[in-house]
């Protein structure tokens, strides 16, 4: 490592995608002695970015200039003191952030290089290229976290609200694969039944067509990763659970959260990556390049992506 700047996306204050400037000089983050340097090969975009830059995070964030991006696949270029399990060399993915609504970091992803703990991160599966690594960590770790917090197991059933976006996907997939379920069924789109049934939806909702809330079926687990609690109350049956990480004002017993970002999840997962039972639905109009990042997110924050949305490749 003998560069000392590189090429970054930052933003100096709160706003729209076009507060977003492209840089050549911002310096490389210095190491801290638990984490890892990261050169940046793919880097997934996430909601949690574009509501960030919209300044819904701007009591607890880091100060300006902010490099956004959350979602990391890249290779190990430096290695603090206390790191134990990561070498140079490593092909690494991870979200970069331990708690994303609370101090996150102010160099993410969107950058030829970023540091990160050695703890967030997993070796990328070696099935896997860094463009399919990138769309996982921040997706796959929600859906994990969510189903785990309501207790999901064999034999239950889940209906799962927005399951063609980026954390919908997971849900569905690791609900049948890792977990079990007796039953799942999810909401969508009229274009995107046909991927719901794809990765494992028996029933798949059109919400264009029909109330999902109002339909006989009531679910042990009815996760929401849209924003429609009120609704998404009335399909849960008795004694089941509410999940939701779009909606922070759900009532007890029902959960809501925010990610606490871990590596070991995802080393806990790659049987199922390695095998290819659960695999990244990449948006089709990913990758963008890294001179496209304002234009990959004002596509994502028109709701229209199906799966994720990753930038590729970074110079």
Known sequence: ???????????????????MKFVTDLAVPEINDDQVLVKVVAAALNPIDFKRRLGFLKAADSPFPIVPGFDVAGVVVKVGS?????????????????????GAKQYGTL???????????????KSLDFLQAAALPLAIETAYEGLERANFGKGKSILVLNGAGGVGTFIIQLAKHVYGASKIAATSSTGKIELLKSLGADVA???????????????????????????????????????????????????????NSDGSILTKLNPYLESGKVKPVLDPKTPFPFDKVIEAYTYLESHRATGKVVIYPIP
Request: charged share 25%; net charge negative; glycine share 8%.
């Open 205 to 259: 909702i059109d919400y264009t067509k029909e109330n999902f809330e109002d339909l006989p079926d009531k679910y042990d687990v009815v996760y929401d990763a849209f924003g429609q609690t009120e609704k998404a109350v009335k399909a849960v049956n008795e004694g089941g659970l509410l999940v939701s990480i779009a909606d922070f004002s759900v009532p007890p017993p029902h959960i809501s959260f925010f990610l």
């Open 82 to 102: 206390q790191v134990k399990g990561l070498k140079e060399g490593d092909e690494v993915y991870g979200d970069v952030n331990a708690t994303g609504a609370v």
């Open 1 to 19: 490592m003998t560069t000392t700047t590189m090429k970054a996306w930052k933003y100096d204050e709160y706003g729209g995608a076009d507060v």
């Open 111 to 125: 950058a030829e290089y970023t540091a990160v703990e050695e703890r967030l991160l997993a070796l990328k599966p």
